[in-house]
C-alpha cells in the first residue's frame, strides 16, 4: 500500500494497534473510545395535526460504546392539506483528529449491533385517503477531512419497514451491521473518523379522517446500539 496510518493514531488509546491495511486486517479498536460524542434530533413535518417527540434523547457512551435513542412521529387528518413528519436522531461517534505520513488508499470497517423495537399503525379513512408509517434505522461509518470540511461517507447497512393500513409491531435483538469505507488519504491534511447510527420515524395522512404513527424505541432495557469495534477492513 502507499501509506500506512495506524489504529493508534486513529483512536488514541490503542498505542500497540498495527497500521490498517488495505489488504490485512487490523487489530481492532473498541470501547473505551478516545474522541467526541454527537447527540442530534430534529422533526421535520407539513399540514396539520402532525407531531414529532423524541421520549429518549440521542446519546453515545464513550466509556462502553453504546448508543440510545427514541423517537416518534404521528399524522392526523385535518384541514385540507395532507400531513406529513419526519422525525429523527442520530448518535455520533467522532475520533480524534489524525495524519498519515504518505498519501494511500486505506480501507475502514464499523462493527454495530442494533436492538430496538418499533410500532408503525397507519389507518386509511375513505376510499380516496391514504394513510402511510415507516421506520429506519442505519449505521455507518465517514471520515471527516478536517482541513478542507469535505466528508466521505462509506456504506449505511439498514434495516426498515413500511406499511399503508394496518399495524406492524416487531422487536429486532443483535443485528450485525458493519459499515465499510474505501478512501485515499492525503500527506498533509487532517482526518477524523466518525461513526455514527440514525433512527428515523416518518408518519403521513391525506385530508378525511385517516391517520398514521411511527415509533422506534432504542432507548429502554435491551434497546440500544453497540458500537463494537472499528478497524482495518
Not at 391514504?130 to 466521505?152: H, K, P, R, W, Y
Not at 440514525?198 to 432507548?219: E, F, R
Request: charged fraction near 10%; charge should be negative; include cysteine.
Amino acid at each position: 500500500m502507499a501509506g500506512a496510518v495506524t489504529v493508534a493514531l486513529l483512536f488514541v488509546g490503542s498505542s500497540a494497534a498495527a497500521p490498517l491495511s488495505t489488504t490485512t486486517a487490523s487489530p481492532p479498536t473498541r470501547a473505551p473510545y478516545s474522541g467526541t460524542e454527537f447527540g442530534v434530533f430534529l422533526g421535520e413535518s407539513s399540514g396539520c395535526g402532525v407531531s414529532a417527540t423524541f421520549p429518549v434523547l440521542p446519546f453515545f457512551n464513550l466509556t462502553t460504546g453504546v448508543a440510545n435513542g427514541s423517537v416518534k412521529a404521528t399524522a392526523h387528518s385535518c384541514g385540507s392539506a395532507n400531513s406529513t413528519v419526519f422525525a429523527f436522531e442520530y448518535d455520533e461517534f467522532e475520533s480524534a483528529a489524525f495524519r498519515v505520513p504518505s498519501t494511500g488508499a486505506y480501507q475502514l470497517k464499523a462493527s454495530w449491533v442494533l436492538s430496538f423495537s418499533t410500532t408503525l399503525k397507519a389507518t386509511p379513512g375513505a376510499a380516496t385517503e391514504l394513510a402511510s408509517a415507516e421506520f429506519i434505522v442505519e449505521a455507518t461509518v465517514e471520515v471527516l477531512n478536517e482541513s478542507s470540511g469535505v466528508f466521505t461517507d462509506g456504506t449505511a447497512p439498514s434495516e426498515t419497514h413500511y406499511i399503508t393500513t394496518g399495524t406492524y409491531t416487531h422487536s429486532y435483538a443483535k443485528l450485525h451491521k458493519s459499515a465499510f469505507l474505501n478512501l485515499t488519504l492525503v500527506k498533509g491534511y487532517s482526518y477524523a473518523v466518525v461513526a455514527l447510527v440514525q433512527i428515523s420515524a416518518l408518519a403521513a395522512s391525506t385530508p378525511g379522517t385517516s391517520s398514521a404513527s411511527a415509533a422506534v424505541n432504542m432507548g429502554s432495557s435491551g434497546k440500544d446500539a453497540v458500537l463494537t469495534a472499528i478497524s482495518g477492513a
